[in-house]
T-cell receptor, first 108, second 119 residues
Framework: GIQVEQSPPDLILQEGANSTLRCNFS?????LQWFHQNPWGQLINLFY???GTKQNGRLSATTVATERYSLLYISSSQTTDSGVYFC??????????FGEGTQLTVNP | DADVTQTPRNRITKTGKRIMLECSQT?????MYWYRQDPGLGLRLIYY???????NKGEISDGYSVSRQAQAKFSLSLESAIPNQTALYFC??????????????????FGEGSRLTVL
């Protein structure tokens, strides 16, 4: 099956810093999503982005499907951005496969 | 109210007990899923259903069963719970259609999770 690798596994930032999270995948996909799991365990949809670039406030994401990677950008980070960020990918006819996540800690 | 509701949110039980986790959704989606998350790991698919008459095994279905009682309801059962089934369980939904066209893979929306502890 498809392999999903996220980096870095852990990231510690000071409030106000910018960061880039990466998701590499091993096969062509037609679904790619980014999720944020907050410290209470809730999974929140950030982006549905099988290709191209999207922005939502301080967050943006870019997927380069031909090169099999996606990037999640967080600008001017806040303590509420802390949690785990998951990338999940899917190919035609299959279900989503999740990466193991990036644990982000934003300190005040 | 949440679009995807799971009950119970927390449950502590003993080895050998039967447990049911329930999921209901108001999104009108055809497809429903059950995932399991273990500490420090991503999510793994247990079962999924594309409509009321369709049930499919995921990566880790052993020790679990499901029932799709209606389009809006999908329950997960542990017939005889064991300690290594202690985990956070998520229900999710996705739509068959995207932009008016049948989508092979759709955007997932998750419930708030059910934390299960088996002693």
């Amino acid at each position: 099956g498809i392999q999903v690798e996220q980096s870095p596994p852990d990231l510690i930032l000071q409030e106000g810093a910018n960061s880039t999270l990466r998701c590499n995948f091993s096969d062509s996909v037609n679904n790619l999503q980014w999720f944020h799991q907050n410290p209470w365990g809730q999974l929140i949809n950030l982006f549905y982005i099988p290709s191209g670039t999207k922005q939502n406030g301080r967050l943006s994401a870019t997927t380069v499907a031909t090169e099999r990677y996606s990037l999640l950008y967080i600008s001017s980070s806040q303590t509420t951005d802390s949690g785990v960020y998951f990338c999940a990918v899917g190919t035609s006819g299959s279900r989503l496969t999740f990466g193991e996540g990036t644990q982000l800690t934003v300190n005040p | 109210d949440a679009d995807v509701t799971q009950t119970p949110r927390n449950r502590i039980t003993k080895t050998g007990k039967r447990i049911m986790l329930e999921c209901s959704q108001t999104k009108g989606h055809d497809r429903m899923y059950w995932y399991r998350q273990d500490p420090g790991l991503g999510l793994r698919l247990i079962y999924y259903s594309f409509d009321v008459k369709d049930i499919n095994k995921g990566e880790i279905s052993d020790g679990y069963s499901v029932s799709r009682q209606a389009q809006a309801k999908f329950s997960l059962s542990l017939e005889s719970a064991i300690p290594n089934q202690t985990a956070l369980y998520f229900c999710a939904t996705s739509d068959l259609y995207r932009g008016g066209v049948i989508a092979n893979t759709g955007e997932l929306f998750f419930g708030e999770g059910s934390r299960l502890t088996v002693l």
